[in-house]
């Protein structure tokens, strides 16, 4: 499994962007997925999930309302649309396929097995 993030860059405050992360492997469509953020010197957090079938979505309080999380089983693709943009959610941002196909905790790090390499977002103020 190879899981490559894009669509990182840089915006201003209350500006938007799209992270596509596409996957490889036959199995996409039996995992979670999920988005993380990280920057330097912070532990990599937890940003939104989505469920195999997208029939479930969480998301961090730090974004809930502002980004989306959206799936696209039939071209192995997962989605992160993140609107209303804060300087705080300056991060390399990455990508992750769950770890199992139910029961996950989603917001663990852990859960994860397989992650992306990672893109950058920078919002100015």
């Known amino acids: 499994v190879q899981l490559q993030a894009s669509g990182g860059g840089s915006v201003q405050a209350g500006g938007s962007l799209r992270l596509s992360c596409a996957a490889s492997?036959?199995?996409?469509?039996?995992?979670?997925m999920g988005w993380f953020r990280q920057t330097p010197g912070k532990e990599r957090e937890f940003v939104a999930a989505?469920?195999?079938?997208?029939?479930?979505?969480y998301y961090a309080d730090s974004v809930k309302g502002r980004f989306t999380i959206s799936r696209d089983n039939a071209k192995s693709m997962v989605y992160l649309q993140m609107n209303s943009m804060k300087p705080e959610d300056t991060a390399v941002y990455y990508c992750?396929?769950?770890?199992?196909?139910?029961?996950?905790?989603?917001?663990?790090?852990?859960?994860?097995?397989?992650w992306g390499q990672g893109t950058l977002v920078t919002v100015s103020s």
């Open positions: 989505i469920s195999a079938t997208s029939g479930s979505t």
């Open positions: 492997g036959r199995t996409f469509s039996s995992y979670h």
């Open positions: 992750a396929r769950g770890r199992k196909t139910r029961g996950m905790v989603v917001n663990l790090r852990e859960e994860y097995d397989y």
